[in-house]
């Protein structure tokens, strides 16, 4: 069997694209969810853990009036929160609340797990378990052609 490696891509493109549309996670009306800059200072913050002020600057390559600023905003929201470091007792950090860790995940997370969940249903056990075999067969085959990584984000 000969396969057109293009077709085959365009066609896992569109199926893609049509299971982002039925499984993709909805925010409710009035619900708050982080702009660009917020889920990148969010999502730093995640990688490096509890920073202050002028290291998320440095960090960020930021005005440090533009951090403080950013940080003063999410705290508002609720998803930040300032705390003393233990350690040295003069700095203060800066880190996710437990509210803004929900906000990240639900904004890192591109499909509904309750949506994904109750569709595989329709799909057998050894169909499931073929499933995420070549799903972590194609990202295994991906990963080398992409200089991009999750960690340098």
């Keep these: 069997m000969v396969t057109d490696s293009s077709v085959v891509a365009r066609q896992i493109g569109e199926l893609y694209h049509q299971l982002y549309l039925h499984l993709h996670v909805r925010w409710q009306?009035?619900?708050?969810?982080?702009?660009?800059e917020a889920l990148a200072m969010m999502q730093h913050l995640h990688v490096t853990g509890p920073l202050t002020i002028g290291e998320i600057v440095q960090h960020l390559q930021?005005?440090?009036?533009?951090?403080?600023?950013?940080?003063?905003r999410l705290e508002q929201?609720?998803?930040l929160t300032r705390f003393a470091d233990q350690r040295d007792r003069r700095r203060t950090l800066v880190w996710l609340s437990e509210a803004g860790l929900a906000v990240l995940h639900k904004a890192q997370r591109p499909l509904d797990a309750d949506l994904m969940a109750a569709s595989l249903q329709q799909l057998s056990t050894v169909e499931q378990q073929q499933l995420i075999a070549l799903l972590q067969r194609w990202l295994a085959a991906a990963i080398p052609l992409n200089h991009w990584s999750p960690d340098h984000e």
Aim: charged content about 20%; proline content about 14%; cysteine-free.
């Design 77 to 79: 929201q609720g998803w």
């Design 62 to 72: 930021r005005a440090q009036s533009a951090i403080s600023e950013q940080v003063m």
């Design 29 to 36: 009306p009035g619900e708050s969810r982080p702009g660009p």
